[in-house]
């Protein structure tokens, strides 16, 4: 399974190049952006999801690191792959249903994302239910930036919901530099962003704090961790409320 883990992740990390080459040869664009740059960004932020599982997957045996693992890497593949279909194509991936094959391609990719949160969800309980051999503030802080990738999850689900991630406007148009998240109207997808990232950051934290040798480093991550969960729950509201984070 690391095997297979690690071949997906340079897969992905030398597609990274490749699309650089494409948007700047491809002068297409798509939503105000050109149609190469949502790709670039899919491919890097998968890429760290997955050295991130593969970390967290070092203690699990037996099933769930199969199944995790095998079917986090596929899910993630393909769809990064619908993703990058839909910019060659030059149509958005994401609630893209103007024709039977656009509304395939989306459903498939709400399937695999479905599968993924799931897997995800698994991985939690699993280290929920064991200790692994870390420092208590590192331990905490993994279960925390799971538990906030799944709360990131749940906002890519109120977007299906509104089909689509900008409120207040139609989805495209002015935007930030390279992020284009919308600088005329809310945008949820700002904290799902900061919300799956906690993947990464809570559980570092988690070792920060064991490293400076903190005698309730537990709770100086549960409390960080929370105040992470508050910050993108008002992102959340923010977007919902039709304001911009940047106008």
Same mark, same amino acid.
């Given at each position: 399974?690391? #095997?297979?883990?690690?071949?997906?992740?340079?897969?992905?990390?030398?597609? /990274? $190049?490749?699309?650089?080459?494409?948007?700047?040869?491809? $002068?297409?664009?798509?939503?105000?952006?050109?149609?190469?740059?949502?790709?670039?960004?899919?491919?890097? &932020?998968? @890429?760290?999801?997955?050295?991130?599982? #593969?970390?967290?997957?070092?203690? @699990?045996?037996?099933?769930?690191?199969?199944?995790?693992?095998?079917? /986090?890497?596929?899910?993630?593949?393909?769809?990064?792959?619908?993703? &990058?279909?839909?910019?060659?194509?030059?149509?958005? !991936?994401?609630? =893209?249903?103007? &024709?039977?094959?656009?509304?395939?391609?989306?459903?498939?990719?709400?399937?695999?994302?479905? /599968?993924?949160?799931?897997?995800?969800?698994?991985?939690?309980?699993?280290?929920?239910? =064991?200790?692994?051999?870390?420092?208590?503030?590192?331990?905490?802080? /993994?279960?925390?930036?799971?538990?906030? @990738?799944?709360?990131?999850?749940?906002?890519?689900?109120?977007?299906?919901?509104?089909?689509?991630?900008?409120?207040?406007? $139609?989805?495209?148009?002015?935007?930030?530099?390279?992020?284009?998240? &919308? !600088?005329?109207?809310?945008?949820?997808?700002?904290?799902?962003?900061?919300?799956?990232?906690?993947?990464?950051?809570? $559980?570092?934290?988690?070792?920060?704090?064991?490293? !400076?040798?903190?005698?309730?480093?537990?709770?100086?991550?549960?409390?960080?961790?929370?105040?992470?969960?508050?910050?993108?729950?008002?992102?959340?509201?923010?977007?919902?409320?039709?304001?911009?984070?940047?106008?």
């Amino acid at each position: 399974m690391t #095997r297979f883990l690690t071949l997906t992740i340079n897969l992905h990390l030398a597609m /990274i $190049p490749v699309l650089l080459l494409l948007a700047w040869l491809d $002068p297409r664009e798509l939503a105000g952006a050109n149609v190469w740059w949502k790709p670039v960004k899919f491919f890097v &932020s998968v @890429t760290l999801y997955l050295m991130t599982v #593969r970390y967290l997957l070092q203690w @699990t045996t037996g099933r769930a690191r199969s199944w995790i693992g095998y079917g /986090i890497a596929v899910t993630m593949t393909g769809e990064n792959a619908a993703v &990058s279909g839909q910019a060659w194509r030059g149509v958005p !991936s994401h609630f =893209n249903e103007a &024709s039977p094959f656009d509304g395939l391609v989306f459903a498939l990719m709400g399937v695999l994302i479905l /599968i993924n949160t799931l897997l995800l969800a698994w991985l939690f309980v699993w280290h929920c239910r =064991n200790r692994v051999p870390t420092g208590p503030g590192q331990r905490w802080g /993994i279960r925390w930036g799971i538990f906030a @990738t799944l709360f990131a999850s749940a906002i890519g689900g109120v977007m299906i919901a509104y089909q689509g991630h900008t409120i207040g406007a $139609p989805d495209g148009g002015t935007g930030l530099p390279f992020l284009n998240w &919308s !600088s005329r109207a809310g945008d949820l997808r700002i904290a799902h962003f900061v919300g799956m990232h906690g993947l990464q950051l809570l $559980p570092l934290l988690g070792w920060a704090v064991d490293w !400076s040798g903190s005698p309730r480093g537990w709770l100086l991550v549960a409390v960080a961790a929370l105040a992470y969960l508050l910050v993108t729950g008002l992102l959340m509201l923010q977007a919902l409320g039709g304001k911009p984070l940047v106008a």
